[in-house]
């Protein structure tokens, strides 16, 4: 079905099958139309390709998906949306829509069952709430993905595509780095949108690497401290992993000088084999 961003033509589905927009799932439903195609060419949507779409909203995204890539299988929470969905993309063959929540879903079983012998992406346009956690899960599962293309809200794509070093970076630009290689795609503005959000949004895509790029003795731990160091940002290293680690101040300034970092460092200015020398020399004192 064409005209899903023509606004004219939302309203009229939005009536005959007495849809309103819920504001605890963070709903803003694209009107842009040059925004979804974007997505679709540049989130891996092509021949020889599943796509697993998280959140269809009324299928404008999905919609383009389904023209370019062999197989596209959507998570959509709201079961409101479902038959709105049999509606709008009826003409495609080749989508499956499963009505579910993706933080509980089995997200593997989900990808073996429906992509067998296609390489596999995901493509979302996800509620600003949620992102993190969506993007986190996605990378943490290791599931046999090529990329996760993504709207998200603009300063979350800044940190996210961040380099470790400069002001931008969280500790989630690093989980990030470590799992995947992001890159900022291109800006949305917030009236592209149906309600228009606060705020403006941006595309990213999230490149898998196959290996990290740093090698760990343990992987919790690594990831522990670098929550620990991000958490009081204004704080230097030494005393933000003491508090987060619980250990004497004086135990981890020699922790941090065996790394070889500055004890008046700040979590920003630390690269991925800093973090791996810290959290390695700490699981010798834990």
Do not use: W
Request: proline fraction near 4%; include cysteine; aromatic fraction near 6%.
């Amino acid at each position: 079905m064409e005209n899903l961003t023509n606004i004219n033509v939302i309203r009229d589905i939005f009536e005959r099958h007495g849809f309103s927009f819920s504001k605890n799932l963070g709903q803003n439903f694209l009107i842009n139309p040059s925004v979804c195609p974007k997505i679709a060419e540049m989130g891996n949507a092509g021949e020889g390709y599943g796509i697993l779409e998280i959140g269809t909203g009324i299928g404008v995204l999905t919609h383009e998906l389904a023209k370019r890539a062999d197989k596209v299988t959507a998570i959509e929470i709201d079961s409101r949306l479902i038959p709105v969905l049999k509606e709008t993309l009826a003409e495609h063959d080749n989508v499956t829509i499963i009505n579910e929540d993706v933080m509980k879903a089995d997200l593997g079983k989900i990808i073996e069952e429906n992509f067998d012998g296609l390489k596999v992406a995901v493509c979302a346009n996800l509620p600003y709430y949620i992102t993190s956690p969506v993007i986190m899960l996605l990378l943490e599962s290791r599931l046999p993905i090529e990329s996760v293309t993504v709207m998200v809200q603009k300063e979350a794509g800044k940190r996210l595509c961040a380099e470790l070093g400069t002001r931008d970076a969280g500790a989630v630009t690093a989980a990030v780095r470590y799992y995947s290689e992001p890159k900022l795609l291109f800006n949305v503005s917030r009236g592209s949108f149906m309600p228009a959000p606060n705020v403006d949004s941006c595309v990213i895509r999230l490149d898998i690497k196959k290996e990290p790029p740093v090698n760990v003795r343990d992987e919790r731990l690594f990831f522990s401290v670098i929550r620990g160091t991000f958490s009081q940002r204004r704080k230097n290293l030494a005393n933000s992993l003491s508090s987060s680690m619980n250990m004497e101040k004086s135990q981890v300034m020699e922790i941090i000088k065996a790394a070889g970092i500055s004890e008046n460092a700040r979590p920003e200015q630390l690269s991925l084999d800093d973090f791996a020398a810290l959290a390695d020399l700490f699981f010798d004192h834990i």
